[in-house]
């Protein structure tokens, strides 16, 4: 361990614990996937830095978007983010979910991910070579140092509006809201609060 | 056998054209009425193997054009030669404003999720078919989207850039 993190260890292990045992879930679209292997297998060994995959949202903390996020992807993915454990960080990888990318005039892709979960880290690229995906955690690593990385805690409290986001696509989502979403003007259900 | 089965196809049905591109390729294109029924003598002589049901629209002309590409697996084909071997497509335009086409299903069954497919991007109706339900997409589009007259850019900037961001 280095000696220069103990005083950071003493003061909040858990966060510590937290940030070098990111367990990672990947939701791989298109060429996305061509990328995740070597990262976590022997060539790049995305153990080191102490990422390692898990097999359900249920036991993940960080959530990797790599590759074009399509309309059914986006509905997986709301459903995903929604089950993962706080806290939890959202990494997307690859420029099509930050702007469209290459899909930026397609009829079924979605723009920008960020309208509708929130993202804390963008690792940009068409695609990133796998060394970005560990720069992108380095950097992930500061940012839970700094409490920077909140992406949970702004979904909780703008659920509202990514609810809304999200309904403007999908007329019929088909799960109750996770929060309560009363600030709504209509007013939202009582019901609604009691979430999953 | 492919110049003989080129004779028996133009002598079985009327308006059949075949003409033969390369050596191993040949290329039908039939009306609309005849599509099945040549569908299913080549189903018959050995063409087991659909391979794709494609859809092309001609917007100048008012049409969709279905194309079919079939190949024929050795085992089935008794007149199977090597240096023969035959990859076919056959070719039918439709209407464009009232696109129906029979359902080749019962002829070739994994013709279902093809057909389900240019049912969704293009609205072509299949009759027959029994589930022309969507296959790939969420949204419900007014003009469906590979339609040539379907505006990209509008779309994108009516539906998912007008949607506002959460923050800042």
Same mark, same amino acid.
């Given at each position: 361990?280095?000696?220069?993190?103990?005083?950071?260890?003493?003061?909040?292990?858990?966060?510590?614990?937290?940030?070098?045992?990111?367990?990672?879930?990947?939701?791989?679209?298109?060429?996305?996937?061509?990328?995740?292997?070597?990262?976590?297998?022997?060539?790049?060994?995305?153990?080191?830095?102490?990422?390692?995959?898990?097999?359900?949202?249920?036991?993940?903390?960080?959530?990797?978007?790599? +590759? #074009?996020?399509?309309?059914?992807?986006?509905? !997986?993915?709301? %459903?995903?983010?929604?089950? *993962?454990?706080?806290?939890?960080?959202?990494?997307?990888?690859?420029?099509?979910?930050?702007?469209?990318?290459?899909?930026?005039?397609?009829?079924?892709?979605?723009?920008?991910?960020?309208?509708?979960?929130?993202?804390?880290?963008?690792?940009?690229?068409?695609?990133?070579?796998?060394?970005?995906?560990?720069?992108?955690?380095?950097?992930?690593?500061?940012?839970?140092?700094?409490?920077?990385?909140? +992406? #949970?805690?702004?979904?909780?409290?703008?659920? !509202?509006?990514? %609810?809304?986001?999200?309904? *403007?696509?999908?007329?019929?989502?088909?799960?109750?809201?996770?929060?309560?979403?009363?600030?709504?003007?209509?007013?939202?259900?009582?019901?609604?609060?009691?979430?999953? | 056998?492919?110049?003989?089965?080129?004779?028996?196809?133009?002598?079985?049905?009327?308006?059949?054209?075949?003409?033969?591109?390369?050596?191993?390729?040949?290329?039908?294109?039939?009306?609309?009425?005849?599509?099945?029924?040549?569908?299913?003598?080549?189903?018959?002589?050995?063409?087991?193997?659909?391979?794709?049901?494609?859809?092309?629209?001609?917007?100048?002309?008012?049409?969709?054009?279905?194309?079919?590409?079939?190949?024929?697996?050795?085992?089935?084909?008794?007149?199977?030669?090597?240096?023969?071997?035959?990859?076919?497509?056959?070719?039918?335009?439709?209407?464009?404003?009232?696109?129906?086409?029979?359902?080749?299903?019962?002829?070739?069954?994994?013709?279902?999720?093809?057909?389900?497919?240019?049912?969704?991007?293009?609205?072509?109706?299949?009759?027959?078919?029994?589930?022309?339900?969507?296959?790939?997409?969420?949204?419900?589009?007014?003009?469906?989207?590979?339609?040539?007259?379907?505006?990209?850019?509008?779309?994108?900037?009516?539906?998912?850039?007008?949607?506002?961001?959460?923050?800042?």
């Amino acid at each position: 361990m280095d000696r220069n993190q103990i005083t950071k260890w003493l003061k909040s292990p858990a966060k510590m614990a937290n940030k070098y045992s990111l367990h990672v879930i990947y939701f791989c679209t298109g060429c996305g996937i061509i990328e995740i292997p070597p990262v976590i297998t022997a060539k790049w060994d995305a153990e080191r830095f102490g990422v390692i995959p898990v097999a359900t949202p249920r036991q993940a903390n960080l959530f990797l978007i790599a +590759g #074009y996020v399509s309309l059914k992807t986006l509905k !997986a993915i709301i %459903r995903t983010y929604e089950q *993962m454990p706080e806290p939890k960080y959202t990494v997307s990888f690859g420029s099509c979910p930050i702007n469209g990318g290459m899909y930026w005039d397609s009829y079924n892709t979605i723009k920008h991910l960020d309208k509708f979960i929130p993202v804390d880290g963008w690792i940009a690229g068409c695609m990133p070579r796998p060394e970005a995906i560990f720069v992108g955690i380095t950097h992930l690593w500061t940012l839970i140092d700094k409490e920077m990385a909140d +992406g #949970y805690i702004r979904y909780r409290k703008n659920y !509202a509006a990514y %609810r809304r986001n999200q309904e *403007m696509l999908f007329s019929n989502l088909g799960w109750p809201p996770l929060y309560s979403i009363d600030d709504e003007p209509e007013g939202g259900s009582q019901e609604a609060g009691v979430g999953k | 056998m492919s110049f003989s089965l080129k004779d028996n196809l133009e002598s079985t049905f009327k308006d059949v054209q075949v003409s033969m591109p390369e050596d191993t390729r040949m290329a039908i294109f039939v009306p609309r009425e005849t599509a099945f029924a040549v569908l299913r003598y080549l189903s018959d002589k050995g063409f087991d193997h659909l391979a794709l049901v494609s859809c092309v629209d001609w917007q100048e002309e008012g049409k969709f054009e279905i194309v079919y590409i079939l190949t024929s697996y050795m085992r089935n084909n008794t007149d199977y030669i090597p240096e023969q071997r035959l990859h076919l497509f056959l070719k039918t335009r439709i209407s464009r404003k009232n696109p129906e086409l029979k359902s080749v299903i019962d002829v070739f069954e994994n013709a279902e999720p093809y057909e389900r497919e240019i049912h969704e991007l293009f609205g072509v109706h299949f009759e027959g078919h029994p589930r022309l339900i969507p296959l790939f997409l969420e949204r419900e589009y007014e003009i469906p989207p590979f339609r040539k007259d379907f505006d990209n850019r509008k779309y994108v900037e009516e539906t998912f850039n007008s949607i506002p961001s959460v923050e800042d």
